[in-house]
């Protein structure tokens, strides 16, 4: 979010330099009123030891709460990552993990399929995913992309989301262009000509295939995005048993978000720690420039709330995906879904 008064940001900025002061708000409300939490720290020092979940494995990208947790902000809370085949919310539904690091989007879906899920805090304040072609591609907007084919991983998840939003926004239907399901592949098959274009990151497919030797541009998939990315999500049981600590969490999230986005080169040296082939220097060039790219999404300007959930992006999200028939037979509501631990009015 972007707040027009300067003033605003910078009490965020105070807030986030004092441990145990946070900016509060029900989603229930849509007023973003905020009120200064006290004693919050010590729910970091002290009580019942919580897990962050980090979705599959170590990556540069998960570099904010590697930062919070080596400068002591999360106090006796730990990290965890998932692995490469355990589901986004199952360790979190069974009690393993208490807060994840996911699309809020997929979490919202999640809960209309019946899963007890409540999105708290925020982590990328612009949508990751774009339309990503060769730089000498004919298509050189969405409604171009007629009679081409797009790779994505398959009819699910952000990906799958970003790209209906894209044809909508293009006026075109699925029948208008080829849908490849190809896995995680994508850098590999735009490089090798397999697809025309792919859904994919634009702090990671992207980069990647730049530095790879593949030049490419990224189309936005609109100028509004109705979709809401990477965010803090927590259970309704969790929430209702730990909302101190969780205060606290996404306050020391929101504070390693922000030391991520001051240091990238700090963001590499401590991502070492977890994924040793970064001692590889052409390695650690592409982190850097991935930690770059990331942090543009979590701050996208100066006057960004870093780590805050903006209510109203998750009735419009809500509305988006019910419109194009993306949700369960669980009904969801602002009020369900969200419970924003970090926002501003």
């Not at 109705?226 to 996404?250: D, F, I, K, N, Y």
């Not at 006057?303 to 992006?313: H, I, M, R, S, Y």
Request: hydrophobic share 40%.
């Amino acid at each position: 979010m972007t707040p027009t008064a300067p003033s605003r940001r910078h009490l965020l900025k105070a807030a986030l330099a004092v441990p145990g002061l946070a900016l509060l708000s029900s989603c229930a409300s849509g007023t973003g009123a905020q009120q200064a939490a006290t004693g919050t720290s010590s729910s970091t020092r002290g009580g019942t030891p919580l897990t962050i979940g980090l979705t599959y494995t170590p990556s540069i990208q998960f570099a904010p709460f590697y930062l919070a947790q080596d400068q002591g902000l999360l106090g006796v809370h730990q990290l965890r990552h998932h692995g490469a085949e355990e589901g986004l919310f199952d360790a979190l539904l069974s009690g393993t993990e208490h807060l994840v690091v996911a699309g809020g989007d997929e979490a919202i879906v999640a809960a209309s399929n019946g899963a007890d899920l409540v999105v708290v805090g925020g982590f990328y304040q612009r949508y990751p995913v774009s339309v990503i072609v060769p730089q000498d591609s004919p298509v050189t907007d969405l409604p171009s992309l007629r009679g081409h084919s797009i790779g994505l991983p398959g009819r699910f998840g952000e990906n799958w989301y970003a790209l209906r939003l894209a044809l909508h926004n293009a006026g075109l239907t699925e029948q208008d262009v080829q849908v490849q399901e190809i896995g995680y592949t994508q850098q590999l098959a735009l490089s090798t000509g397999k697809v025309d274009a792919v859904v994919g990151y634009s702090n990671n497919d992207a980069v990647q295939l730049n530095l790879g030797g593949t030049p490419v541009r990224e189309i936005a998939i609109g100028e509004q995005v109705p979709l809401l990315g990477a965010s803090l999500v927590t259970s309704r049981s969790v929430l209702e048993a730990h909302r101190p600590e969780l205060q606290a969490l996404v306050v020391a999230c929101a504070q390693g978000m922000t030391r991520f986005c001051d240091d990238p080169d700090a963001a590499v040296e401590i991502t070492r720690q977890h994924q040793p082939d970064l001692l590889d220097s052409e390695q650690s060039s592409r982190a850097r420039a991935v930690a770059v790219a990331t942090g543009d999404l979590i701050r996208p300007d100066d006057a960004t709330t870093v780590g805050a959930l903006v209510p109203e992006q998750v009735g419009q999200t809500i509305d988006f995906l019910r419109s194009h028939e993306l949700l369960g037979t669980t009904a969801v509501s602002t009020d369900t879904v969200c419970d924003a631990l970090l926002t501003v009015g």
